[in-house]
């Protein structure tokens, strides 16, 4: 036995020089896609392009609107919000998984100990015809240790690494994008609740002017100097103006309760006082299309996951290779406890195992092209995600173009509709023209300030979408 054990040993560190000194790994190594990209965005004729001060997005980019409250909010979102929490936990888990899965490139090893008192049956077969068997009641003490490792000869565990770091990877980009949609749907809600704070200002105002209108006319009517119908209609009007308020009075509790659930409050608990001051569009630096696809966590999640189903085609073909385990374990083995620690008691053993699988009615053949198909779809799904980026940015830039001559044009309307509401109540007031011409005339006033309240509150909204399509402030 102890000629024997020279060259088992020899035999054993041979084929472990073989499995470190291996340095091929079956399936495809992965290369990161190139994407066609265009080199520029397309511009309205009169869009110029913002060159702000800082020249990038950064961290937090909301900031840049500069409400304080807004601020705020976002802080408390960061702090507070459940489905950043779950993104959170998911994105530790990928990275627990990583040392996990590192963790079966070395050798593992055990610790046993064991007591087990039995008796043998004195009628059992023979273990040989001239040594009668008898019954035997002993206790049998082990203490031992078995040390196994996978030699890793055709890079199965190595591409099982690769795909659990390529999983951190993605389960970080998917972080960072739950982040970014977060921030930008409470900015967005909030640039929306400020607007129905504005439209509700408007509201009230317009039906304090409509109620004093109606105390003039009713005063007229009585001294049968107006109509009964230009009573009814003024009476109308303001009933009209009062269900109008109360309708955006109830879209703004929608959105300060959805605001609530946003920053991890409860709605019953949460309240934003009114605020109508106006909120300055910042200058947004439009980014290279090359830049973009750097900059978005959607498509470095998407780039991450075709990295993890390329790791996953060569998990799958190394099936076809043989799997060989090094095993070595030691110990002593003794029918009482106090001979178990002595030179009679140790036993020993080293080997090594080649397992190949000769016949499978296809299932490893069908395991590599699962893992081919899912790699494509990736490659498809990453390809997607690209355009998708694209589509947005040059829909976020042409909206903000076109809300900039709108917001124009609906600051104009609302200054002509008030001075036209001015000259005919002046007129009715006079004697010289219909009652008629001042409810058009208020009508109109109305709806042109809402109007170019509304488009405000576009603009600030697709400033946010603008950033979100840009990546905010991720690096």
């Not at 408007?202 to 304090?208: G, N, R, T």
Request: glycine fraction near 6%; include cysteine.
């Amino acid at each position: 036995m102890k000629r024997r054990i020279p060259v088992l040993a020899g035999v054993l560190v041979q084929l472990l020089a073989l499995a470190l000194l291996s340095g091929c790994a079956v399936g495809p190594d992965y290369q990161k896609p190139q994407s066609t990209l265009p080199a520029n965005w397309q511009s309205l004729p009169d869009f110029k392009p913002a060159q702000p001060g800082d020249g990038k997005l950064k961290g937090n980019w909301w900031e840049m609107f500069g409400d304080a409250q807004l601020n705020a909010l976002e802080q408390q979102a960061l702090s507070h919000n459940q489905s950043l929490v779950v993104a959170a936990e998911h994105l530790k888990q990928a990275r627990l998984q990583v040392t996990a899965s590192a963790s079966i490139q070395l050798p593992s090893a055990d610790l046993l100990l064991s007591d087990a008192r039995y008796k043998t049956a004195a009628a059992r077969p023979l273990s040989a015809y001239n040594v009668p068997n008898s019954s035997v009641v002993q206790n049998n003490p082990q203490l031992g240790f078995a040390v196994n490792y996978e030699a890793d000869l055709f890079g199965r565990v190595r591409r099982v690494v690769e795909g659990a770091n390529a999983a951190a990877g993605q389960a970080e980009a998917d972080f960072e994008n739950a982040r970014l949609v977060l921030m930008a749907e409470l900015a967005t809600s909030y640039f929306n609740l400020r607007e129905q704070d504005q439209e509700i200002d408007i509201l009230q105002k317009s039906v304090v002017l409509q109620h004093k209108a109606l105390d003039f006319i009713r005063v007229r009517h009585e001294l049968d100097y107006a109509t009964g119908l230009d009573l009814a209609q003024q009476q109308a009007l303001l009933e009209s103006s009062q269900t109008q308020l109360a309708l955006v009075q109830n879209q703004r509790a929608a959105l300060q309760n959805a605001i609530a659930a946003l920053t991890g409050t409860a709605a019953p608990e949460f309240k934003l006082a009114p605020q109508t001051g106006p909120v300055a569009i910042p200058a947004i630096p439009p980014e290279l299309p090359s830049e973009v696809l750097q900059r978005r966590p959607d498509i470095a999640s998407a780039e991450r996951a075709m990295a993890v189903a390329n790791a996953n085609i060569g998990v799958a073909k190394a099936a076809y290779y043989p799997a060989l385990m090094l095993q070595a374990s030691g110990g002593w083995d003794s029918n009482q406890w106090s001979r178990l620690i002595s030179a009679p008691a140790i036993l020993w053993s080293l080997g090594a195992s080649m397992t190949e699988h000769v016949f499978d009615n296809g299932k490893t053949t069908a395991n590599v092209n699962i893992a081919e198909s899912a790699y494509v779809a990736a490659t498809a799904s990453y390809r997607q995600s690209v355009l998708v980026a694209m589509q947005e940015v040059q829909t976020g830039m042409d909206s903000l173009a076109i809300l900039q001559q709108a917001d124009q044009s609906a600051q104009a309307a609302a200054l002509s509709s008030a001075r036209a509401y001015e000259i005919a109540s002046a007129r009715y007031n006079g004697g010289l023209d219909i009652f008629l011409n001042v409810i058009t005339a208020q009508q109109t006033l109305l709806t042109n300030q809402r109007q170019a309240a509304q488009i405000q509150a576009q603009q600030l909204t697709t400033a946010v979408y603008l950033v979100k399509a840009m990546g905010g402030g991720w690096q």
